[in-house]
């Protein structure tokens, strides 16, 4: 059993999850992978987005170094790689997200970054069964859940969340700019994550801090008992149809 296994249990009590919340960790070395219980590894290369959907489906404890990782944006993103002249020339956007060059450069230069060499390696697993501590907590949710997860944030702050996205490398907003800013973020999963990493047409990610894990969940339970749930309760009305169909009937029978 894990410690966080109360974590998961709060979660899934106000969220009802199809899937299992993801713990992320992100590790100087590579060599820390070696002290991670119960880790696998692919037996080939992958993109990072595959690990969190091994831990999110199946339960498992994924990890990998910088050089398993075949996302191009993702080692960037994460600090894997030094950002090269190709990318910040736009080289990876243009004429595939953007018209021309000069918008794709807009669009690289907005990415959130770890810095180079911060980071070597990355572990996910579910957060029922992970032993480490996490960095962040990864939600696959419908816009509903994900609702009840920003409701939970602002309970005791107020105001609004906002967020930023060009609907690409989401593991730079899950990841990378979490970790930045150190607060909630909300996101679209990219296409990676779509193709490779079998996320649905209906997802959103919540990543959350783990530092602010039991401010959400207390949150969510003070909105749960307020009458803010989820599934979101529907309010019963008269079926107008069956009430003509019944009175036609009657009227039937008595000839």
């Not at 060599?31 to 199946?58: D, G, H, T, V, W």
């Not at 730079?172 to 490779?196: E, H, K, M, W």
């Amino acid at each position: 059993m894990s410690k966080y296994e109360n974590y998961d249990n709060s979660l899934n009590k106000y969220l009802r999850l199809s899937t299992f919340p993801v713990a992320v960790k992100l590790l100087e070395t590579a060599e820390e992978l070696e002290s991670i219980n119960f880790l696998k590894k692919p037996e080939e290369e992958f993109a990072i987005c595959q690990l969190f959907s091994y831990a999110r489906y199946y339960g498992w404890t994924m990890g990998c170094s910088k050089g398993e990782n075949l996302c191009p944006l993702a080692e960037i993103s994460l600090g894997f790689q030094k950002k090269h002249k190709l990318f910040e020339e736009g080289g990876f956007f243009v004429g595939r997200y953007n018209e021309t060059k000069e918008a794709a450069k807009i669009t690289s230069a907005s990415m959130p970054f770890i810095n180079e060499g911060k980071f070597n390696a990355i572990v996910a697993g579910a957060l029922n069964r992970v032993e480490f501590k996490p960095d962040l907590v990864l939600i696959w949710g419908n816009s509903a859940q994900i609702m009840r997860i920003i409701q939970g944030y602002l309970w005791k702050r107020g105001g609004r969340v906002s967020m930023s996205t060009f609907c690409d490398g989401v593991c730079a907003d899950t990841i990378s700019n979490a970790l930045l800013t150190n607060d909630l973020q909300i996101a679209f999963p990219c296409l990676g994550d779509r193709r490779f990493g079998l996320a649905k047409d209906s997802d959103l990610i919540a990543s959350i801090p783990f530092a602010l894990l039991d401010e959400i969940i207390n949150g969510m339970e003070k909105t749960h008992k307020a009458g803010t749930r989820y599934p979101i309760p529907f309010q019963i009305s008269t079926p107008i149809f069956f009430k003509k169909l019944k009175k036609q009937l009657e009227k039937v029978k008595k000839n």
